[in-house]
Nanobody, 123 residues
Framework: VQLQASGGGLVQAGGSLRLSCTAS????????MGWFRQAPGKERDIVAA????????YYADSVKGRFTISREKGKSTVYLQMNNLKPEDTAFYYC?????????????????WGQGTLVTVSS
């Protein structure tokens, strides 16, 4: 199983980016999906997660109201729309496919991980 994340880059504070994550055909479209991020010297933390159908989502408090996770029902591509970006959002962002179809909020809920895509927000 392979996950391919894209869409990272350099943006000024207040700007927007949209991350995409596409899974290989072997990944079940019925898996929950999530985005994590890891800044230098810090733990990899959950940013947002979505269930298999897109009907249920979870957001970390630090991104609520600014980020939106979405997917097309039954498909393995997931998006993370990031608005009003702040310098503290700077990190490598990782997408992951969960073990189950529900929303996963812990790293242990996820089996498959993509490579990180770097998001840098300048002040």
């Amino acid at each position: 199983v392979q996950l391919q994340a894209s869409g990272g880059g350099l943006v000024q504070a207040g700007g927007s980016l949209r991350l995409s994550c596409t899974a290989s055909r072997r990944t079940s479209s019925n898996n929950g999906m999530g985005w994590f991020r890891q800044a230098p010297g810090k733990e990899r933390d959950i940013v947002a997660a979505i269930n298999w159908s897109g009907s249920s989502t979870y957001y970390a408090d630090s991104v609520k109201g600014r980020f939106t996770i979405s997917r097309e029902k039954g498909k393995s591509t997931v998006y993370l729309q990031m608005n009003n970006l702040k310098p503290e959002d700077t990190a490598f962002y990782y997408c992951a496919a969960a073990l189950r179809s529900t929303v996963g909020t812990q790293r242990d809920d996820y089996r498959y991980w993509g490579q990180g895509t770097l998001v840098t927000v300048s002040s």
